[in-house]
């Protein structure tokens, strides 16, 4: 928006930096819950991976995942300067260290000391400890509660950075 000018319009109106922020966000939110919804229903129909546990924790740590993935997504476009910045930011500071370090190809226990430092910054890290609980274990939120107060400070910690970063000016 800051490239097309639409950025101003925005900026013109008498919402606030939460609210435009909120605006901007709830259609992925929405599109990001369908998509895990598909893909749990996908794991269960056609791969038969089983969902021992409770659905409704396994959708609100979806919830909570996806919140967070947002808000970092948002931190990132609140300080590049363009799209093209922000995508290549995204790919090689997010996704590539993501998949490496997340101990979803690796296990964790495997890799350097220095990388299993490096892998607790890492939120998927703790997303899929949380879903291996819920869907092959059958655990409840006694045995999740840890990763998911990570995820939950993780999330208000890019959250509060962001609208802290959000300009309400053009520069």
């Not at 924790?57 to 979806?62: G, I, K, M, P, S």
């Not at 939120?123 to 609980?133: L, T």
């Not at 509660?145 to 939950?152: H, P, R």
């Given at each position: 928006?800051?490239?097309?000018?639409?950025?101003?319009?925005?900026?013109?109106?008498p919402?606030?930096?939460?609210?435009?922020?909120?605006?901007?966000?709830?259609?992925?939110?929405?599109?990001?819950?369908?998509?895990?919804?598909?893909?749990?229903?996908?794991?269960?129909?056609?791969?038969?991976?089983?969902?021992?546990?409770?659905?409704?924790?396994?959708?609100?740590?979806?919830?909570?995942?996806?919140?967070?993935?947002?808000?970092?997504?948002?931190?990132i476009?609140?300080?590049?300067?363009?799209?093209?910045?922000?995508?290549?930011?995204?790919?090689l500071?997010?996704?590539?260290?993501?998949?490496?370090?997340?101990?979803?190809?690796?296990?964790?226990?495997?890799?350097?000391?220095?990388?299993?430092?490096?892998?607790?910054?890492?939120?998927?890290?703790?997303?899929?400890?949380?879903?291996?609980?819920?869907?092959?274990?059958g655990?409840?939120m006694?045995?999740?509660?840890?990763?998911?107060?990570?995820?939950?400070?993780?999330?208000?910690?890019?959250?509060?950075?962001?609208?802290?970063?959000f300009?309400?000016?053009?520069?």
């Amino acid at each position: 928006e800051k490239e097309f000018g639409t950025m101003e319009l925005l900026l013109a109106s008498p919402l606030k930096p939460r609210e435009i922020i909120l605006g901007k966000v709830t259609p992925y939110l929405v599109l990001s819950l369908v998509n895990a919804l598909t893909i749990i229903l996908l794991g269960l129909l056609v791969f038969q991976v089983p969902l021992v546990g409770s659905i409704w924790l396994l959708l609100a740590e979806c919830m909570l995942y996806i919140c967070l993935a947002l808000s970092l997504g948002v931190l990132i476009s609140t300080n590049a300067k363009t799209q093209q910045i922000a995508m290549v930011i995204s790919l090689l500071g997010l996704m590539l260290p993501t998949i490496l370090l997340s101990g979803f190809i690796f296990p964790i226990d495997n890799m350097p000391k220095i990388l299993q430092v490096l892998s607790s910054i890492m939120p998927a890290r703790y997303f899929i400890v949380i879903i291996k609980n819920i869907m092959l274990k059958g655990t409840g939120m006694a045995f999740i509660w840890k990763e998911t107060l990570i995820l939950a400070a993780m999330t208000l910690f890019f959250i509060v950075a962001a609208t802290r970063r959000f300009q309400t000016r053009l520069t």
